[in-house]
């Protein structure tokens, strides 16, 4: 069909160039006496087409490239018109090749615009997606292109921050500016934007991410074609923690910090840990005379160490890993002792709620007694300073983790009276962005394998910090500890776990599974886990907070147990440890734990606040 098309324009584009040349529609006579020349032209015009192989290039994805074979073709014939004229003394005017080949271009590139348009409207379906691209660069340009193919999904225009782009056409779509994004997608009826700006650093494309989901409207980052030719797309995009903040990072980086810990040896328990790990790297920052890492997972210890190891050796920190666990007292005191331990990190703990709340005997023993064992050690040993690091679980918690980490604050804060010579100080988290257990490797991995994302309540909220911000907090606690200290660091408004969700969706690349789009990934309520509640808080008593030096970190100075309903609940807790007594665990629980209660696990009724 195209090879006849083809071939009746170079009749009609001949006929038509004697047509514009003498200024008439019938030049019968002196188109009749090129009678050669067009029978020649006839002959040779399928030659030339097919030999540019004009009937192959499939309408739908005609482009400049097939534009310029057409007019390779027309080029051809026009020089056989002129051959010829010139072969037969036919005496034409000049111009007529000149005219055939400029109308035989226009005819053929015309007549497949008209087919396509044809074809496509009587073979679209009734749902069509009609979407809007954020970006008229180079990716936003292959997308529009890309997405011509498809009858179910149309683009209407572009949106871009560029103001020299403002008002042009690009590949046939207008480019408006971000600011009237609200307007033309309620006038145009767009039913999602595709972010498609692949240079966009992950900062910038988190705020973009948040002001488009204000819209109420699918959204989708993609990556370019190029990344996706040289494999730098095989998957989704990785998010970074601090792009799902919903605020700015804290700065704690002061010079005190580094002035704490230089020329003094640090020992971080738990070390191998995403926390504790993270803490040994910015000391090494720090240039303390020597870290000592302790942990009792062998292979953790070996990453740690290897990790640290050239940076060390290059700052002159010596560095000592140490295998052992909290719980084994002349080991504790063994290492803090032979290594001359001036501040103790402790990072060691079991901290997965669904996972203590199955096994309470080891989660106290580790948690509480643990925490006994190297804060006595600390104080033996003359250690200066020692941090314990908390969790927001820990207030009015409604899990065995999180209780087992406000009886090891009670610990601390009985420790803290009576020392001599150890400043004992907590430091109390959010859910921590990129650790072990937390939101962000699980649903990434959820994202990775098409979904679904499991969260457990739409209403769930939580506080977010990442962890850099998690390990500078407990450098900065032994700045400003005095002892008995629970420091806090402000991390603006809680965050529903669901929008966070839907943002790691967007900003890795794909889209959140809806009416409209049910090919998205699905976010899927799972229903609350035992001892997991819809609101976590961060003080016990609002009227205790005291400020510190730094204005985003806060000082609680809370209730605590007497010395002798400490004594008791260690003694009773060790009991029902030794005897492996879940019963007697809980009971410790909820008699020393205030305002500890059992998790509402339909998520109808808030804790209460106090």
């Known amino acids: 069909m195209l090879l006849s098309f083809d071939w009746s324009m170079v009749f009609a584009a001949f006929y038509l160039a004697f047509v514009l040349r003498y200024g008439t529609a019938f030049p019968i006579e002196r188109f009749a006496a090129s009678w050669p020349v067009t029978v020649l032209l006839m002959c040779l015009a399928p030659v030339a087409i097919i030999g540019l192989r004009l009937p192959w290039i499939k309408l739908s994805s005609f482009d400049m490239r097939g534009a310029l074979r057409v007019a390779v073709v027309a080029m051809i014939l026009s020089s056989v018109v002129s051959l010829t004229s010139l072969v037969f ?23 497949r615009m008209v087919a396509l348009q044809l074809l496509t409207s009587l073979g679209g379906s009734g749902s069509v997606t009609r979407v809007a691209i954020f970006g008229a660069g180079a990716a936003g340009i292959q997308l529009s292109s890309a997405l011509r193919q498809s009858p179910e999904v149309v683009p209407v225009c572009f949106f871009d921050d560029n103001p020299s782009y403002k008002g042009l056409l690009i590949a046939g779509l207008r480019v408006h500016p971000r600011a009237e994004l609200e307007r033309i997608i309620n006038a145009e009826g767009i039913k999602r934007i595709l972010v498609a700006i692949p240079s966009l650093d992950q900062t910038d494309l988190a705020d973009l991410v948040t002001e488009l989901s204000r819209l109420d409207i699918d959204l989708q980052v993609l990556p370019s074609y190029v990344d996706l030719i040289y494999g730098k797309s095989k998957e989704l995009k990785t998010v970074a923690p601090n792009t799902l903040l919903g605020r700015d990072n804290v700065d704690l980086d002061i010079p005190e910090i580094a002035k704490t810990y230089a020329g003094r040896t640090a020992m971080v328990t738990g070390a191998g840990g ?16 020597k870290i000592v890492l302790f942990e009792q997972s062998e292979f953790a210890l070996y990453e740690i160490e290897a990790a640290l190891r050239p940076i060390a050796t290059e700052k002159n920190i010596e560095l000592v890993a140490r295998l052992g666990s909290v719980c084994n007292a ?26 203590v709340e199955d096994n309470e005997v080891e989660g106290a023993r580790n948690n509480v007694l643990g925490t006994q064992i190297v804060a006595e050690a600390a104080n ?18 409604t899990n065995v983790m999180g209780a087992t980490k406000r009886l090891a604050e009670l610990v601390l804060q009985d420790l803290a009276t009576r020392s001599t010579h150890t400043r004992y100080s907590m430091v109390r988290f959010g859910n921590v962005l990129g650790s072990s257990g937390s939101v962000l490797p699980l649903f ?40 008995g200290d629970v420091f806090i660091l402000d991390m603006g408004k809680p965050m529903k776990i669901v929008d966070v969700a839907r943002r790691m969706v967007e900003m890795s690349g794909a889209s959140v599974q809806s009416p409209d789009n049910m090919g998205g ?25 005291l400020p510190t030096p730094h204005a985003k970190i806060l000082r609680a100075d809370e209730a605590r147990l007497s010395q002798i309903e400490t004594a008791r609940m260690l003694r009773d807790l060790a009991s029902a440890v030794q005897n492996s007594d879940k019963a007697m665990v809980r009971t410790v629980i909820e008699r020393d734990v205030q305002g500890y209660h059992r998790a509402d696990l339909t998520g109808t009724a808030k804790p209460q606040l106090g």
Request: net charge neutral.
């Open 521 to 545: 990934i699905e976010i899927k309520i799972t229903g609350l886990r035992p001892g997991e509640k819809l609101y976590e808080e961060l003080l016990i008593d609002d009227d205790s907070l």
């Open 444 to 483: 990434q991995r959820q994202i990775r394998q098409g979904g679904p994302i499991t969260v457990t309540h739409p209403d769930v909220t939580r506080f977010f910090m990442t962890i850099p911000e998690a390990a500078r907090l407990v450098l900065l606690a032994a700045v400003f500890a005095k002892g």
């Open 274 to 289: 995403s926390i504790g790990s993270e803490l040994c790297k910015q000391l090494v920052e720090c240039r303390p005379q």
């Open 330 to 355: 002349v080991r504790v005191e063994d290492v803090l002792t032979t290594e001359k331990v001036e501040v103790v990190l402790h990072a060691a703990a079991y901290k997965h709620v669904p996972m």
């Open 380 to 397: 033996k040993c003359g250690v200066d300073r020692f941090i314990l690091i908390s969790t927001d679980k820990a207030v009015r918690p």
């Open 89 to 111: 003394d036919i005496g034409s005017v000049r111009s007529i090749p000149a005219i055939f080949a400029a109308g035989y271009f226009a005819l053929a590139i015309f007549g």
